[in-house]
């Protein structure tokens, strides 16, 4: 049983959107929803939020200027290359499709050939 938690409404929106992106493969983490691309994790639900991989840099500019983000410390730990997104509107996470295609882009330079 996972200590962590998620909104099983978001999953069920999540998969509609993300699952039909090109090589993006549903997983878990963590006990957890998430979302691979060439076999690394780029994205996962954590509570009500999303949570994606970016470059640091990105991430600490996303938290500074923009409402709903938020570092990623799911144990306390800030981890520097995950920010989350929360919303108050859960259809409106689509609306940062391009977030999450830089952050498969993202992982995708990360992964050795």
């Known amino acids: 049983m996972s200590r962590f938690s998620h909104d099983e ?3 069920e929106i999540f998969d509609s959107f993300l ?3 090109p090589d993006v493969q549903p997983g878990k983490v963590f006990g957890m929803p998430g979302y691979y691309v060439e076999g690394k994790l780029f994205a996962s639900i954590f509570g009500s939020g999303l949570v994606i991989k970016l470059p640091k840099e990105h991430c600490e500019n ?3 200027n923009e409402d709903g ?3 990623f410390a799911p144990l306390g730990n800030n981890m520097k290359q995950w920010v989350v997104i929360t919303k108050d ?3 409106s ?3 940062e499709m391009d977030l999450i295609l830089q952050s498969i882009e993202f992982v995708k330079t990360t992964i050795k050939k």
């Open 9 to 11: 409404e978001l999953k």
């Open 93 to 95: 996470f689509e609306d």
């Open 89 to 91: 509107d859960p259809e």
């Open 62 to 64: 996303l938290i500074e």
């Open 19 to 21: 699952l039909e992106l």
């Open 69 to 71: 983000f938020d570092h």
